[in-house]
């Protein structure tokens, strides 16, 4: 959809002698991720808001804690930085909606010590308009949709939102994904329901689902065609996690490459079976960590059962990843159940109120 | 060539301070920790300072139910029946 959205910028404009002096005045500002930035003229940012169809002040949320506002315009100008085209940005937006509902907890994700990044998961047609790949090297630099993307959620946290490291944001370690942390669902090579639709997002539509979690954990098992003997892998992983990061339960993303989803697939399994299988392999014992260094808060507790993951729901099952290889990944929440995974449709309010009169 | 300032000039309001307390001597003191396990260590050391070495009356202990979530509400409420309040993050 385009639309012509002639309400004026509202932002301060810098004028420089060019490329290279804009990318000094914008590091020494502290206006960037540390890598270069395309120069966000008001050509180009005024090129993404009327591909959305946004005017610039339009509102995208308030984000809760610190009350700020979070304008198309702003978002756009750093989608920009970032490298995105004007059709990229539709899906940073909506990721921002998502990110704004209060079960993402923003402030929290962005200010721990906890250090972790905001994921984004694209599913829909939008995926193939933009060229967003879920097949090679798809948690890296698979495709150049998904770094831009990635990269345009993690310019606008510093920028708009001062989650800079030191200042707001106050992770001990961080993970490269704090960089750009995005890919999308290969929706074309699989039988399951695409993950959006799965969380409740209407047929036809594109969606976005934001997470904010660690770095992937890899796993691997290729000596086995049984649905249950690879899960109980990824079981392990998510375990280990539990164990060694927190043993608090909640939305947890597993990526299962087509070698292997191509082996549970074959034996009938939908997501809603492999998550029902993980719900209940998923969980350890408080006790247990004292096998791993962390006996003092064992206390009288050693019996009680932690599960991963509170209900099946809680996991998001993604196909995605190269065609071959025994490769999978779990990514972990930021910290249990304090922040909740959310997904958005492109385009759709599916909460907004009805037009009065 | 104009570029523009991809940072958000609408900053809400700063908060003014309240009036500094001349003394805690007799005072009530509330204390909202976001009961992460290093906190109770910590205030309970600063409780002994404030009653030994300060001379406050009363120290009154609040927990956050989500350590990095904003304060529950009916703490924030209660805020106003102490003199003074620490609110602290301990990790």
Same mark, same amino acid.
């Given at each position: 959809?385009?639309?012509?959205?002639?309400?004026?910028?509202?932002?301060?404009?810098?004028?420089?002698?060019?490329?290279?002096?804009?990318?000094?005045?914008?590091?020494? $500002?502290?206006?960037?991720?540390?890598?270069?930035?395309?120069?966000?003229?008001?050509?180009?940012?005024?090129?993404?808001?009327?591909?959305?169809?946004?005017?610039?002040?339009?509102?995208?949320?308030?984000?809760?804690?610190?009350?700020?506002?979070?304008?198309?315009?702003?978002?756009? %100008?750093?989608?920009?930085? /970032?490298?995105?085209?004007?059709?990229?940005?539709?899906?940073?937006?909506?990721?921002?909606?998502?990110?704004?509902?209060?079960?993402?907890? #923003?402030?929290?994700?962005?200010?721990?010590?906890?250090?972790? /990044?905001?994921?984004? %998961? *694209?599913?829909?047609?939008?995926?193939? !308009?933009?060229?967003?790949?879920?097949?090679?090297?798809?948690?890296?630099?698979?495709?150049?949709?998904?770094?831009?993307?990635? $990269?345009?959620?993690?310019?606008?946290?510093?920028?708009? +939102?001062?989650?800079?490291?030191?200042?707001?944001?106050?992770?001990?370690?961080?993970?490269?994904?704090?960089?750009?942390?995005?890919?999308? !669902?290969?929706?074309?090579?699989?039988?399951?329901?695409?993950?959006?639709?799965?969380?409740?997002?209407?047929?036809?539509?594109? &969606?976005? @689902?934001?997470?904010?979690?660690?770095?992937?954990?890899? *796993?691997?098992?290729?000596?086995?065609?049984?649905?249950? !003997?690879?899960?109980?892998?990824?079981?392990?992983?998510?375990?280990?996690?539990? +164990?060694?990061?927190?043993?608090?339960?909640?939305?947890?993303? %597993?990526? *299962?490459?087509?070698?292997?989803?191509?082996?549970?697939?074959?034996?009938?399994?939908?997501? @809603?079976?492999?998550?029902?299988?993980?719900?209940?392999?998923?969980?350890?014992?408080?006790?247990?960590?004292?096998?791993?260094?962390?006996?003092?808060?064992?206390?009288?507790? /050693?019996?009680?059962?932690?599960?991963?993951?509170?209900?099946?729901?809680? #996991?998001?099952?993604?196909?995605?990843?190269?065609?071959?290889?025994?490769?999978?990944?779990?990514?972990?929440?930021?910290?249990?159940?304090?922040?909740?995974?959310?997904?958005?449709?492109?385009?759709?309010?599916?909460?907004?109120?009805?037009?009065? &009169? | 060539?104009?570029?523009?300032?991809?940072?958000?000039?609408?900053?809400?309001?700063?908060?003014?301070?309240?009036?500094?307390?001349?003394?805690?001597?007799?005072?009530?003191?509330?204390?909202?920790?976001?009961?992460?396990?290093? @906190?109770?260590?910590?205030? @309970?050391?600063? !409780?002994?300072?404030?009653?030994?070495?300060?001379?406050?009356?009363?120290?009154?202990?609040?927990?956050?139910?989500?350590?990095?979530?904003?304060?529950?509400?009916? *703490?924030?409420?209660? %805020?106003?029946?102490?003199?003074?309040?620490?609110?602290?993050?301990?990790?």
């Amino acid at each position: 959809m385009q639309l012509n959205v002639k309400t004026a910028l509202a932002s301060r404009a810098h004028e420089v002698d060019d490329f290279a002096a804009a990318q000094e005045f914008f590091h020494s $500002r502290g206006w960037t991720d540390g890598l270069p930035v395309v120069p966000p003229t008001e050509a180009a940012v005024e090129a993404c808001l009327e591909w959305a169809g946004m005017p610039p002040d339009q509102l995208i949320g308030i984000e809760p804690v610190r009350a700020q506002p979070i304008t198309a315009e702003k978002l756009a %100008i750093n989608a920009v930085m /970032a490298g995105c085209l004007p059709m990229h940005f539709p899906v940073v937006a909506t990721a921002w909606q998502a990110m704004l509902k209060d079960e993402f907890l #923003l402030h929290g994700v962005t200010s721990s010590t906890g250090g972790c /990044a905001v994921l984004v %998961i *694209i599913n829909g047609p939008v995926r193939l !308009e933009i060229g967003a790949s879920g097949t090679f090297n798809v948690l890296g630099n698979s495709d150049r949709a998904t770094a831009v993307i990635g $990269r345009a959620i993690r310019l606008g946290l510093i920028n708009i +939102l001062d989650v800079r490291p030191g200042q707001i944001d106050r992770a001990t370690l961080g993970h490269p994904g704090k960089y750009s942390y995005c890919f999308a !669902e290969d929706e074309e090579d699989m039988t399951w329901q695409p993950l959006h639709l799965q969380r409740g997002m209407p047929e036809g539509t594109s &969606g976005v @689902t934001v997470f904010a979690s660690l770095a992937p954990r890899q *796993i691997m098992n290729e000596w086995t065609t049984d649905p249950k !003997e690879i899960l109980e892998t990824f079981a392990a992983e998510m375990r280990a996690n539990q +164990l060694h990061y927190s043993i608090y339960g909640g939305n947890y993303v %597993i990526v *299962i490459p087509k070698q292997l989803r191509d082996h549970i697939q074959a034996a009938g399994w939908t997501k @809603t079976d492999i998550a029902e299988f993980l719900f209940e392999r998923a969980r350890v014992k408080r006790g247990e960590w004292a096998n791993v260094g962390k006996g003092s808060v064992v206390r009288d507790r /050693a019996e009680k059962v932690h599960p991963a993951l509170l209900s099946p729901d809680d #996991l998001l099952v993604v196909a995605a990843g190269g065609p071959a290889g025994g490769f999978g990944a779990v990514i972990p929440p930021w910290m249990g159940s304090k922040t909740r995974a959310v997904t958005a449709a492109i385009g759709v309010c599916v909460d907004c109120e009805p037009p009065k &009169g | 060539m104009r570029i523009l300032d991809p940072t958000n000039e609408q900053k809400t309001a700063g908060v003014q301070l309240a009036a500094r307390l001349p003394s805690l001597e007799g005072l009530t003191v509330g204390i909202i920790t976001n009961a992460k396990e290093g @906190t109770k260590g910590y205030f @309970t050391h600063l !409780e002994r300072l404030l009653r030994q070495e300060m001379g406050v009356a009363d120290v009154v202990w609040r927990e956050k139910s989500n350590y990095s979530a904003p304060c529950d509400a009916h *703490i924030v409420r209660e %805020i106003t029946n102490w003199h003074a309040v620490f609110a602290g993050v301990g990790d």
